[in-house]
């Protein structure tokens, strides 16, 4: 995946071209508006990263250029999170934005779901290891043995087992196993983590459910 | 209201000048209607008189010879240019004529001999150049002659410079009255609202810092009162609202105080000598959770701060009741059953709500009431529709809350026990964003704690369908 970060800031351009790099992603960095606008129209980029505040050419200005001539899809930062920056961003033709401070994690999710292309096909067998998810008959069993698990936790070990090898935080779990969209004070992600793995991981030698320290956790066969 | 702001004083100053020289004019009008009625009945009169003397000389011969032969004396006699004297016979050349006026005289019918004469007899024209001219027709008998006609007249130009002079001294006295009455008005009104300035001048010299001070009633006119009561009204609310918003912002830089000083001493005492990765790693961790303790709070702040009702309502739903109790027993089934508590969630009906809004409100009741619940017990999430809306319960049992403490739950910062024991876990702003978000939605919301169960309770207006 090829992506253009535009960030002015210096330590946000650093930390976002090494930690997608180390991704294992292509990435190209602008430090102004203007260099930025230049390298989008020059180069073909999967996805663009695009900070709103900048000095000479502000994200909107880059953004209203841009999609005169390319509809990359663009994922805007920003400092601000009123409503009417929101919808100035959507109007202009941004794709996704992400307020500051996000998680990483997070934004990696968004950008994985930017490029995605076409709506992906909902797999009726899922199999990582020795496990099997049976998704239509919400049955899940581990070298053989049948594991009984409650709605939320199928839901939970469904979205790990469709997002492998992917660091996901805490709050897109909670988004998008119980529909909370904000930041909840409570530790309830790791409480029912915890429990899944109970049921999951304990009982067998090859653990699935890793903790991501500080970010949230990955479901991989590797450790 | 877009319009330049006037002068009360200027303006009930010329309403008095109005009122003043209608008021004058008006007597004026009818003082000069009476003089001219008089003047005229005068002028009448005189006529009458000179016709009727007329009547008696002219029955001597000797006149009609002396008027022959001398009419100057009869020209004299008549004093003036405004009168117009003529006798003679009818249809032949007149005996006498007095006009040295030359004014065209109007055809009269002669008052009969046996007639006495009257001033109804009087006859009016509108004259020359508008003067009025007053004329009398008569026949006399003068014996030898048979009968004459007399035609006596006046041009009333003396009567009219007389009433015209009455008419601009009205106008004048009436110009100067309203000069006078609009001065008199603008000094007495300036004088009158010299208090509003006073109190203006109080008001200007309040500000921030000397919040507590309030606008003085005394010796203020009877109708400023309820200004003043407004005023300082006003300036209760604003002194309250602002210690409240100081308060707030020494609690958050308080708030703000743990976790900066967990980054900064666990970040500058690794740093004091080479460490093995694994520290690093977990130090880095351990900042992750402060910073993200931090980027929690700021959330919540700015939740608090941006309470813009308009677009939070605009995305209202009609979310089932059922559903969102179930979801909720859902997402804290985990929680709960760590804390060895029971989630008993049931209900029906309708909530209007912004569901994103409702979801935090009930998640942050929900997870006090966990947080503070004594083990092996239940937690009951509930709602019971009604004709105006649909209540919410969120009730567990625990340590009763004293009543001193349940009207500052709401409150942001304020916790029941002063110790930062749990902090970790909550910083004082859930329960106030409870109270924000059923401001948004124009609902209501309480709580109760009695004998081991603390209840907290919303109540949402249900959908008011309008223009249908």
């Given amino acids: ?223 | 209201m877009s319009r330049r702001a006037h002068s009360l004083t200027l303006r009930l100053a010329l309403l008095f000048a109005l009122l003043a020289f209608a008021s004058v004019i008006t007597l004026g009008v009818c003082l000069y209607r009476e003089l001219e009625r008089e003047l005229i009945r005068r002028d009448d009169a005189a006529l009458v008189t000179r016709v009727d003397q007329l009547r008696t000389f002219l029955n001597d011969s000797n006149t009609l010879d002396l008027i022959k032969s001398k009419p100057a004396l009869f020209q004299n006699m008549l004093g003036n240019r405004e009168s117009v004297l003529m006798i003679g016979t009818a249809g032949k050349k007149p005996l006498l004529v007095v006009n040295p006026g030359n004014l065209d005289l109007p055809n009269l019918a002669p008052v009969t001999m046996d007639h006495p004469l009257v001033l109804a007899d009087v006859q009016h024209f509108s004259g020359v150049d508008g003067v009025p001219f007053a004329a009398l027709a008569a026949t006399i008998d003068s014996g030898d002659l048979g009968s004459l006609q007399v035609v006596a007249g006046r041009l009333m130009t003396e009567r009219t410079s007389v009433l015209a002079n009455y008419r601009l001294r009205v106008y004048f006295l009436a110009g100067v009255a309203a000069l006078l009455l609009a001065l008199c008005g603008y000094l007495l009104l300036y004088r009158g609202l010299l208090p509003l300035r006073h109190l203006a001048k109080h008001a200007h010299g309040i500000g921030v810092g000397n919040l507590t001070e309030r606008l003085d009633s005394q010796g203020a006119p009877l109708e400023v009162l309820p200004m003043i009561d407004a005023f300082n009204g006003v300036l209760d609310r604003l002194a309250k609202g602002f210690v409240q918003l100081g308060q707030v912002s020494t609690d958050m830089a308080h708030e703000l105080r743990t976790p900066i000083n967990n980054l900064l001493g666990e970040t500058q005492v690794a740093l004091q000598q080479s460490r093995s990765v694994e520290a690093y790693q977990q130090l880095l961790a351990s900042n992750v959770e402060e910073l993200e303790r931090l980027a929690r709070m700021l959330d919540n702040m700015l939740f608090l701060a941006r309470t813009d009702p308009a677009s939070a309502l605009r995305q209202r739903q009609e979310l089932d009741a059922a559903d969102e109790m179930e979801r909720m027993a859902d997402y804290f089934e985990g929680l709960a059953a760590d804390a060895g508590i029971s989630i008993n969630a049931h209900g029906s009906g309708v909530i209007w709500a912004e569901p994103m809004l409702l979801r935090r409100a009930l998640a942050n009741l929900c997870s006090n009431a966990i947080k503070y619940g004594a083990p092996d017990s239940e937690l009951v999430v509930s709602a019971t529709p009604s004709s105006e809306g649909i209540s919410l319960r969120v009730s567990n049992h625990g340590a009763t809350i004293a009543p001193e403490h349940l009207p500052k739950l709401f409150d942001r910062f304020y916790r029941v026990d002063e110790s930062r024991e749990r902090s970790a876990q909550s910083n004082g702003l859930g329960l106030s964003i409870v109270a924000t978000i059923m401001q948004l939605h124009s609902g209501r919301y309480g709580v109760t704690s009695e004998n081991g169960v603390t209840c907290f309770e919303l109540f949402f207006p249900g959908r008011v369908l309008e223009g249908r």
Avoid at chain 1, 34 to 44: F, M, P
Avoid at chain 1, 55 to 64: A, C, N, S
């Fill in chain 1, 1 to 223: 995946m090829n992506i253009l970060v535009v960030e002015d800031e210096p330590k946000a351009g650093n930390y976002l071209l090494n930690g997608l790099q180390e991704l294992g992603y292509s990435v190209s960095l602008a430090r102004n508006g203007v260099d930025g606008l230049h390298l989008a129209l020059e180069t073909s980029f999967d996805v663009i990263v695009l900070d709103v505040m900048m000095p000479k050419m502000d994200g909107w200005e880059v953004l209203r250029r841009l999609r005169k001539e390319a509809d990359t899809p663009v994922l805007f930062l920003s400092a601000r999170d009123d409503i009417a920056d929101r919808i100035k961003g959507l109007e202009l033709g941004a794709d996704d934005y992400l307020i500051k401070p996000f998680s990483f994690a997070e934004l990696v999710a968004r950008l994985r779901t930017l490029t995605r292309r076409g709506p992906s096909r909902e797999e009726e067998q899922l199999q990582v290891a020795d496990l099997q998810i049976d998704v239509l008959k919400r049955r899940v069993t581990r070298a053989g043995v049948r594991i009984t698990l409650t709605n939320k936790e199928f839901a939970l070990l469904h979205l790990f087992a469709t997002h492998q090898d992917q660091v996901l935080s805490r709050s897109l779990i909670a988004s998008r196993v119980w529909d909370m969209n904000f930041d909840s004070d409570t530790n309830v992600v790791d409480v029912a983590v915890r429990r899944l793995r109970l049921k999951v991981d304990d009982p067998f030698q090859l653990k699935l459910i890793h903790s991501v320290r500080g970010i949230g956790y990955r479901f991989d066969t590797q450790p």
